[in-house]
């Protein structure tokens, strides 16, 4: 078993920047894939960004495509998001997953979730 803890939420101005970070642990992180998601109140939960085990072949979404970043450490067993230039729909939790296939942007892809971190983006 794995899991997820996620770190890094706050309150942002629009254009402003949040690294979120996803610490793991229990099990062998290095050959996981790993996504982040997002779910904002009303809404269902979308398909943020992905990355392999190898840490290649990163993946985005259209709606956060040249704002966001995606990256590891496997010696620190973390995943991270960088998000810069933030408006305020990216405001949701965001939530670390991981699995043991292949990158993914299906939740269906993911075998362990975390909790989530808020991220809010005002105007």
């Known amino acids: 078993q794995v899991q997820l803890v996620e770190s890094g939420g706050g309150l942002v101005q629009a254009g402003g920047s949040l690294r979120l970070s996803c610490a793991a642990s229990g099990r062998t992180f290095s050959r996981y894939a790993m996504g982040w998601f997002r779910q904002a109140p009303g809404k269902e939960r979308e398909f943020v960004a992905t990355i392999s085990w190898s840490g290649g072949s990163p993946y985005y979404a259209d709606s956060v495509k040249g704002r966001f970043t995606i990256s590891r450490d496997n010696a620190k067993n973390t995943v991270y998001l960088q998000m810069n230039s933030l408006k305020p729909e990216d405001t949701a939790v965001y939530c670390c997953?991981?699995?043991?296939?292949?990158?993914?942007?299906?939740?269906?892809?993911?075998?362990?979730w975390g909790q989530g971190t808020q991220v809010t983006v005002s105007s």
């Open positions: 997953a991981a699995g043991n296939g292949i990158a993914s942007m299906r939740p269906s892809g993911y075998d362990y």
